[in-house]
């Protein structure tokens, strides 16, 4: 059994086991200041399944275009069917999912779900990986979301790349609804993949899960428990290798995948206190850094 994995930039991967081709997320097509990842949504002309692990568009944007050129069937929230059924794609091609399922994706893959968490995104993030940030805790809906619009129009006063961002998250497939953040454990018989695409977790429904590889979201302010870390976004990426205690540990999430809002966080240099923190609270694991297309190998 072979089992390959490309990561197409922001929390897209494909997975590829044999003859199966499974996309987690389908979000490849940027903002044109975003580094290109080698590949379109439309250039894609095989994948049997996409796990889409939340409804925001840089997540499902793509889907759309996949599953109708290539008769993909999607596995993802409510909010995700909605999404693309007002994209045409057909009922029959959409799989529902909340947390708690096991879909059969060929006789030997099979994936489950799990209820998972988005990031505080109505929260005070840090500017670095590993810049502490506190605070916010115990607050209600209101009190999180006052006045905070991250969809807002571009205006004529925006510098030009602002105007061009706004735009694209204003036009892309997509809710503003988070529609449940879910996460996937894909099981081979070589070993099992844990994926999700937003840095948050149900810290007891994640701890026995014991994947042979994590792939975890490293961005924004990390949602523990629902509550927002207080630490650093590093330090969430280490609780994550201490619950999960996977071998081989891969980040998404992380590239500069829609500038000017965001930073490159993906290079050697800067995941350099992502391997220190790694390395101090579970050594055992080890951080593989793939770059875009790279067809990295896995459970070997
Ligand atoms: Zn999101």
Redesign the pocket.
């Known amino acids: 059994m072979t089992v390959t994995l490309d990561w197409l930039g922001c929390a897209t991967f494909r997975l590829t086991v044999d003859d199966l081709v499974i996309f987690l997320d389908a979000y490849i097509d940027r903002v044109p200041s975003a580094p290109p990842v080698g590949i379109t949504a439309a250039e894609v002309d095989r994948a049997d399944y996409i796990l889409i692990g939340?409804s925001?568009f840089?997540?499902i944007a793509g889907a759309e275009v996949i599953a109708a050129n290539t008769g993909a069937k999607v596995i993802g929230s409510n909010e995700s069917a909605r999404v693309l059924l007002e994209q045409d794609i057909p009922a029959d091609q959409l799989f529902r999912a909340q947390g708690g399922e096991h879909y059969r994706l060929s006789d030997d893959v099979t994936v489950r779900v799990y209820p998972s968490l988005?990031s505080c995104?109505w929260s005070t993030a840090s500017s670095t990986p590993e810049e502490v940030v506190l605070g916010d805790y115990g607050l209600t809906e209101d009190q999180r979301w006052g006045s905070l619009n991250v969809w807002r129009q571009s205006s004529p006063d925006d510098p030009p790349e602002t105007q061009a961002m706004l735009e694209h998250l204003n036009c892309s497939t997509g809710s503003r609804e988070?529609g449940g953040a879910l996460a996937f454990v894909i099981e081979t018989p070589q070993g099992s993949i844990f994926y999700h695409d937003?840095s948050g977790c149900w810290t007891r429904v994640i701890s026995d899960l014991r994947p042979d590889v994590a792939l975890v979201a490293m961005a924004g302010r990390a949602n523990i428990d629902g509550e927002p870390i207080q630490g650093s976004l590093t330090q969430f990426v280490g609780r994550m290798a201490s619950m999960l205690r996977p071998k081989q540990m891969i980040l998404g999430h992380h590239d500069n995948w829609m500038p000017p809002m965001t930073l490159d966080m993906s290079s050697e240099e800067a995941l350099g206190p992502v391997r220190e923190e790694i390395a101090r609270v579970e050594p055992r694991v080890s951080l593989v850094n793939v770059g875009y297309l790279e067809g990295t190998r896995l459970l070997e």
């Open positions: 939340h925001h840089d997540h988005h995104i988070i937003t």
